[in-house]
């Protein structure tokens, strides 16, 4: 029997946020229609609350973080605005060689930066402690070690925060996100809303808005690093004596992301890649994958072309869609895989299932529909099987890389699973040889099981289908 903390991973707090646009030319009322949902995790104590804010002839209504003076996800008599985080890679990690208050650069000491910090704190008065920094940003000191980190990847260095140092773009000293507010607020027009929120420099947001004149768009705010090589992104430490993992500025504000009265109508943001892949600036890899975005196309296009005229209901009606594209891909994959490898499948049930559950393993999957819709209702046998399933496979895949199994749990849950698992099955069913899959399909069975020709395309396939048995 499994304990009740066994199943606790699965109630995620991963977030996952909607924002989407309707151009007045397809609602009921003639104006364009924004919906906005974070998708924020219960917490308590809560850090947003709901704010309703007067200050002269302005007037706006919406959430805020406990602290923050003002509204920061708001709609005003005439503008309304939505958030999705941009999911962008704005940080990086040195491992710097230090000896005494010097660190050691592009072959020669240097002197760390020092300044004093002041805190004043209830009960303790004012309490003191000194910051020191290289030119790549402030330096831990006397944190715990983080080893921790060490286990999501072979590739990282073993280290201590002692001596790691951090670049973020919301350090930088021309940041003044806050005291930028004014002039978002005070937009009247669409274009004048691309200006003022090019203006915040410390927030990676992809911000939604929408105004009483008719127009709406997005663009993304905040500031994004210019790395050396782009792809050497900022999820693993690097060596902070080279230069080569130096910075080369900012990306230029005209080259961040966004739109202004699209042709098609509408504007969809989910956490998705914002641009091509041959765009100029990589904005970074934790994007979540398309599928919500696609489905949200998807809705919004048949509305379209059925002639239907949204209001505040048709668009509420959007956000509780519950079907999943990728689940539905994957479960008519395992299903096709069952049905094309139906003797290996059988083989195996017999080797590890418990005598009471062999004829309820085949029946089920023969009852699971091959045309399911991907609707993931509470009552959806697909969508069970494709829950239980992804959490024995990530687990599978992982156990080698990743032995920790908190660790493992919280990549299971990352927005990069969803491009992911989509290029795992797909390449599943094209049987041929893949570097990929080949490093990926390194699953050891709980018993000894002879997995047939050591090609890729077999083993990963047996595999997935131990896997779907111990399901």
């Known amino acids: 029997m499994k304990s009740v903390e066994d199943y606790m991973h699965q109630l995620s707090t991963m977030g996952g946020s909607n924002s989407f646009i309707v151009s007045g030319k397809?609602?009921?009322?003639?104006?364009?229609?924004?919906?906005?949902?974070?998708?924020?995790?219960?917490?308590?104590?809560?850090?947003?609350?709901?704010?309703?804010?007067?200050?002269?002839?302005?007037?706006?209504?919406?959430?805020?973080?406990?602290?923050?003076p003002g509204t920061l996800v708001p709609r005003s008599n005439s503008t309304a605005w939505g958030m999705t985080n941009t999911m962008a890679d704005t940080s990086d990690l040195y491992l710097e060689k230090i000896k005494g208050e010097e660190y050691f650069y592009d072959g020669e000491y240097r002197p760390m930066g020092k300044r004093v910090e002041k805190i004043r704190v209830l009960g303790k008065g004012v309490v003191e402690f000194i910051v020191y920094s290289t030119h790549h940003g402030p330096v831990f000191k006397g944190v715990e070690d983080w080893s921790s980190m060490n286990k999501i990847s072979p590739d990282m260095i073993p280290v201590s925060l002692e001596n790691l140092s951090l670049s973020w773009t919301t350090l930088h000293p021309e940041d003044n996100s806050l005291g930028h507010r004014r002039q978002i607020f005070s937009a009247q027009t669409g274009q004048e809303s691309v200006d003022a929120l090019r203006g915040v420099y410390g927030v990676t947001q992809n911000v939604l808005f929408a105004h009483d004149n008719g127009d709406f768009g997005m663009t993304t705010t905040g500031m994004f690093?210019?790395?050396?090589?782009?792809?050497?992104?900022?999820?693993?430490v690097k060596r902070?004596?080279?230069?080569?993992?130096?910075w080369l500025g900012l990306l230029p504000k005209q080259l961040q992301p966004y739109t202004l009265n699209p042709h098609k109508g509408f504007h969809?943001?989910?956490?998705?890649?914002?641009?091509?892949?041959?765009?100029?600036?990589?904005?970074?890899?934790?994007?979540?994958?398309?599928?919500?975005?696609?489905?949200?196309v998807e809705l919004i296009e048949e509305k379209i072309e059925e002639g239907h005229k949204f209001t505040v209901e048709s668009m509420k009606a959007l956000q509780y869609d519950k079907v999943d594209h990728s689940a539905k891909e994957i479960v008519g994959?395992?299903?096709r895989l069952v049905e094309e490898r139906r003797e290996r499948y059988l083989e195996l049930v017999e080797l590890h299932s418990e005598p009471q559950l062999k004829g309820i393993l085949q029946t089920y999957l023969d009852s699971v529909e091959k045309e399911w819709s991907g609707e993931m209702a509470p009552n959806s046998r697909e969508g069970a099987l494709y829950l239980e399933f992804m959490n024995h496979f990530f687990s599978a895949i992982l156990q080698k890389q990743v032995p920790d199994e908190f660790t493992r749990r919280v990549i299971m849950e990352g927005y990069f699973t969803n491009n992911f698992k989509l290029k795992f099955f797909r390449g599943l069913l094209q049987d041929k040889e893949d570097f990929f899959m080949n490093e990926i399909c390194t699953y050891t069975p709980p018993t000894t099981l002879h997995f047939g020709p050591p090609t890729t395309t077999h083993h990963c396939v047996d595999m997935v289908l131990l896997l779907l048995v111990q399901v």
């Open 26 to 68: 397809y609602t009921k009322s003639g104006k364009p229609i924004l919906a906005s949902d974070p998708h924020l995790a219960n917490q308590i104590p809560s850090l947003w609350y709901l704010i309703e804010f007067h200050a002269g002839d302005y007037h706006s209504i919406g959430g805020s973080f406990v602290g923050i």
């Open 225 to 236: 690093p210019k790395r050396q090589q782009p792809n050497n992104q900022g999820r693993y």
């Open 240 to 246: 902070g004596e080279l230069a080569e993992n130096d």
């Open 268 to 296: 969809v943001s989910t956490n998705n890649k914002l641009t091509s892949a041959n765009a100029i600036s990589e904005i970074g890899l934790g994007m979540s994958g398309n599928n919500r975005a696609d489905r949200l």
């Open 333 to 335: 994959k395992l299903v």
